[in-house]
């Protein structure tokens, strides 16, 4: 999980319990599907919770106004606020403030994703960085979820910490205390690839056709196909490249099927849940591109590191056999 000094005070203000979207797709349906599932499971937060978080920033926005009054107000009313609310229910933890959704999508075929990963590749080879990452940039087709939660347990000490230092004359130690309060928000981002939700609708919608439109259906299930090799390619697939391997399995039988008795329900059934499965796993994913990255930045220099050290070591070997060698 990822944490961060998190949005203005206005901003903060102004989502605190709400689902915002942000589409940059005209995959609205897809999109949509999405943000009603999530809105099922979407709990607003109690409103002592809400009053405390407004408060705190209110506190923050006075202190650096450097109206000081106005802030150990609003630390009292917040204190007053998350007191209220972990004595209705002792056992709050991280409790979810904020969800949005934002949403970004890429055109091009499977043929003209594998065209720019190629070309990328021969501009990095040529250190022509620069046009490499721009080739790349808009390779993305996926549904962003970003959840900012309240640790219950942490955020009211720190408001707490923050009005004892105000009222001991400490303003310093007072803003400190809020920004550890801010900074002890947690957001979590789940990606889920477009190209998934695309095949998955593909998939349900040669279910509910007629059987003896085969044609019909074969153009759905390739089409599905083609969806799922452009997840693949996307880099949508690494973590579960097992369950993809399924669903194109899966596709594949129906496929055959369908050519035959057609008597595909069951497959159906097996490929529908299938897709559950990794959708599933999918929102399990809480590592974000950029934390991938910077992980296997971190683990490339350790082994270049150790890669050092063995050298080193080496040469420390041969150096002495060598002395060794002329000392007889």
């Known amino acids: 999980m990822k944490k961060k000094f998190l949005l203005s005070v206005l901003t903060c203000g102004l ?12 995959k609205k349906e897809l999109v949509r599907s999405v943000v009603q599932e999530r809105a099922k499971q979407h709990k607003t937060a109690p409103k002592d919770i809400i009053a405390g978080m407004q408060n705190t920033f209110a506190a923050l926005k006075a202190m650096q106004a450097n109206k000081k009054d106005e802030a150990k107000k609003a630390l009292e009313a917040a204190t007053k606020s998350f007191d209220a ?3 209705a229910d002792p056992s709050l933890d991280l409790i979810p403030i904020d969800e949005r959704f934002q949403s970004y999508i890429f ?30 940039a808009p390779l993305k087709d996926e549904v962003d979820i970003s959840v900012i939660s309240i640790p219950m347990k942490i955020y009211p000490i720190a408001t707490k910490k923050a009005l004892d230092e105000l009222n001991k004359g400490n303003d310093k130690a007072a803003l400190a205390a809020i920004a550890e309060a801010m900074n002890s928000l947690v957001l979590v981002k789940v990606i889920i690839p477009t190209p998934l939700l695309a095949a998955q609708d593909l998939i349900t919608e040669a279910s509910r056709m007629d059987k003896q439109k085969k044609e019909e259906v074969g153009k759905l299930l390739s089409i599905a196909k083609e969806e799922l090799k452009r997840a693949e390619l996307l880099g949508y697939v690494s973590r579960h490249e097992a369950d993809y391997k399924l669903l194109n399995d899966d596709i594949e039988k ?22 559950k499965h990794i959708i599933a796993n999918t929102k399990l994913s809480k590592m974000t591109p950029e934390e991938t990255a910077e992980k296997k930045i971190s683990d490339f220099e350790k082994k270049e590191v150790e890669k050092a050290v063995r050298k080193k070591d080496e040469f420390r070997r041969e150096a002495l056999q060598d002395e060794t060698k002329t000392v007889k």
């Open 15 to 26: 989502l605190l319990g709400t689902t915002a979207v942000q589409a940059q797709t005209d």
């Open 85 to 87: 609310a972990l004595k």
């Open 107 to 136: 055109m091009g075929s499977s043929n003209v994703i594998d065209a720019r990963l190629k070309l990328a590749q021969q501009l990095l080879k040529a250190h022509d960085t620069q046009t490499a990452i721009a080739v790349i």
């Open 254 to 275: 129906i496929e055959k099927e369908i050519k035959g008795k057609n008597a595909v329900e069951k497959l159906y059934e097996t490929l529908k849940n299938d897709f």
